[in-house]
């Protein structure tokens, strides 16, 4: 494990395991969980299996991911294959741990649903090309290309005693790579992505087999002003639950234009109705709806106000809340009863039960026999202001045990933009600063997420208007504090946050130090070259168009000239959603003005830092950086750091 220079372990949680997936038998009695373990030199092993009875601990069984538990012991999974090295394959273990290799295509397994009731199963694959190249003519839009493998997306049915049966293309569109089976086998729901103009949306298709054993595509769901997500049919293929969104308006004169809405909506296949959307209130988590048993019911998981609470909604559109704090993902249901990974800022994943038949008070959740994660080095606490303009903004402070000396602060500043402070987070993890004494400031200025739609509607298309004053707001109120040192005041942030970041230390001297990772720097720049600009131009038009004017009044780069704050900027170069060329744009235009900037490039991370070595290596060079900015220490190179 690296070290700091004092010889200090950086933290011990880069070595812990770290609970990813749950699954759940369909009759409640057995459950699997993903996970993966560091090693100490911050390496990554493979994704292991454990195995456990409701009411017990697991134990580790075999190596693999995205697990389904069948009845009679059986478990499927994807693993690397045998035939075809390098490549995920589809694998079948029965009772007694044999395990068979079932499915291992040329373009490998993407993923995979099964029939719990028929022993049918349905998984994706590419069709590999011979060249890895991609041409894009007529202003077709240009997606991430990396990790696809190439290739047209096809779904490949499996029946037990016979040949795999390529389902055939969708008339129009190609599959997107979100689909479901039913129970039975004899229904696939799959989304279809359309193109439209110089953007793409996706529409709902059903797939059914006639009598002559042909499989046929018809639409279900399509909407020329949104795009269908994430389907999930019912146990008995009834009903199809679903997450549409678009892409907002845009400002225009007096008109504040809307955001965009993501909504959960349920359609009715037998007999045929009309699509509706339920529980319009709730900000449901998109891939994470499951089914009642009798489908009759939906369990989903929605952000509320720092937390991420479960929710059981009635077909008819009724919900009632069924948790109380925590934030829970990966939901499932199973007898009567509902499981989930639950984690807080302060606890990470854990597989947990609700009883949600229970009375209030006795439906949990209750722990499903993992042992208990170490206790924080610290103080959680809700803190939250009122701002100018009446909304109040909210946030989490995590500080250090008091030892009656002032501590410093740091403001993080999470992505997005449509996201909040919930969760435990491997990555950005605050008790990591926490054991260095610093307090850790996690708000949610407007855009974030479990807070209403009035509240992002506050920075739909003025990115430099509420996002910055909330969080200038929130830090006010919090530096002034007993405890905490307001004169050594850093801001972090990452891809939003990262702008947030930018344009804070160009239009304001609120911080003594500052480190932008991923962050966009030339708003124009940046929507002209990512992959995932169509949402910004959406918002604010496209550059070159006089609806554009408006990206230099937002970008930070405008204010460069006003930098004060010594500033660390991160980029992973293979990043092509915030393209790594703000950042070289960023250090080359504060170097060019005589200001305090450093840049750290890790040239094998894209738009995340997904290398637990890389992580370790970056939380390093950033606590180095503000030592030396906040406290004066030396700054020294972190070991396995080279200077360019």
């Known amino acids: ?51 456990g009875r409701i009411g017990t601990p697991p134990r580790p069984a075999f190596v693999g991911r995205q697990v389904t538990l069948l009845s009679g012991g059986v478990a499927l999974y994807r693993a690397r294959s045998v035939e075809r090295p390098g490549r995920d394959a589809l694998w079948r273990r029965d009772e007694t741990a044999a395990a068979e290799e079932i499915a291992a295509p040329p373009g490998g397994v993407a993923g995979y649903r099964a029939a719990t ?54 008339p129009d569109g190609v599959l997107d790579g979100a689909f479901d089976l ?132 009635t077909v008819d559109g009724g919900y009632r809340r069924l948790t109380a704090v925590g934030a829970f993902e990966q939901v499932a249901a199973a007898g009567d009863a509902v499981y989930a990974l639950r984690s807080a800022l302060d606890s990470p994943p854990a597989p947990v039960v609700i009883r949600a038949s229970a009375v209030p008070g006795r439906r949990g959740p209750y722990p499903l026999g993992m042992p208990a994660a170490a206790g924080r080095p610290g103080t959680l606490e809700r803190v939250s202001v009122v701002t100018e303009d009446g909304h109040r903004v909210h946030g989490w402070l995590c500080r250090p045990p008091s030892t009656g000396r002032k ?90 946050g990262g702008f947030l970041v930018n344009l804070l230390v160009t239009r304001s001297d609120a911080f003594q130090a500052a480190v932008s990772h991923a962050g966009m720097w030339d708003l124009a720049a940046f929507a002209s070259g990512s992959v995932v600009a169509a949402p910004f131009i959406a918002e604010f038009g496209h550059p070159v168009d006089p609806a554009g004017a408006g990206y230099a009044a937002h970008s930070p780069r405008t204010g460069a000239a006003a930098v004060r704050t010594p500033i660390l900027v991160s980029h992973g170069s293979r990043d092509d959603k915030v393209p790594y060329t703000e950042a070289l744009a960023q250090y080359a235009d504060l170097c ?45 190179v972190p070991g396995p750091l080279r200077r360019a």
């Open 1 to 51: 494990m690296f070290t700091t220079a004092t010889g200090e372990a950086l933290a011990p949680c880069f070595v812990a395991p770290r609970v990813r997936g749950l699954a759940v038998a369909p009759d409640g009695d057995r459950y699997a969980l993903e996970i993966d373990t560091m090693t100490s030199s911050g390496g990554r092993l493979p994704p292991a299996v454990w195995l």
């Open 117 to 170: 009731r028929s022993g049918v199963v349905v998984y994706a694959t590419r069709t590999p090309h011979s060249a890895d190249a991609v041409l894009f003519d007529g202003g077709q839009p240009v997606g991430s290309l990396r990790g696809d493998g190439g290739g047209r997306p096809r779904l490949v049915l499996l029946r037990p005693g016979c040949e795999p049966t390529a389902l055939p293309d969708p």
């Open 182 to 313: 039913s129970a039975d086998g004899t229904r696939i729901v799959a989304t279809c992505r359309l193109r439209g103009g110089t953007a793409y949306r996706t529409v709902l298709l059903v797939a059914e087999c006639d009598r002559h054993d042909r499989w046929r595509w018809r639409t279900v769901l399509d909407d020329p002003e949104g795009s269908f997500a994430h389907p999930v049919l019912s146990p008995d293929g009834r009903r199809i639950v679903c997450m549409r969104g678009d892409s907002g308006r845009r400002r225009s004169g007096n008109n504040a234009g809307t955001p965009p809405d993501t909504a959960l909506w349920i359609a009715d296949l037998d007999p045929p109705g009309g699509a509706r959307r339920v529980a319009a209130e709730l900000e449901c988590r998109a891939g994470e709806a499951a089914w009642s048993p009798d489908g009759e019911r939906l369990y989903v998981c929605a952000d509320r106000c720092g937390n991420r609470p479960v929710y059981e909604i």
């Open 407 to 496: 501590v410093p602060l740091q403001v993080w500043l999470h992505g997005g933009p449509y996201a909040s402070w919930a969760a435990w987070s491997w990555r950005w993890n605050p008790w990591l600063a926490v054991r260095r004494g610093y307090a850790v400031l996690l708000p949610d200025p407007a855009p974030s997420i479990g807070y209403g739609r009035a509240f992002r509607r506050r920075a739909w298309g003025d990115w430099s208007g509420a996002p910055r004053t909330d969080v200038l707001s929130i830090v006010a109120e919090v530096r002034g504090r007993p405890g905490i040192d307001a004169s050594r005041v850093a801001v972090l942030g990452s891809s939003f």
């Open 592 to 636: 060019h003005l005589g200001k305090p900037v450093r840049l750290l490039l890790l040239s094998d991370e894209g738009h995340e830092i997904a290398r637990a070595a890389n992580v370790q290596l970056w939380y390093e060079c950033v606590f180095a950086f503000l030592a030396h900015v906040l406290d004066g220490v030396p700054f020294e």
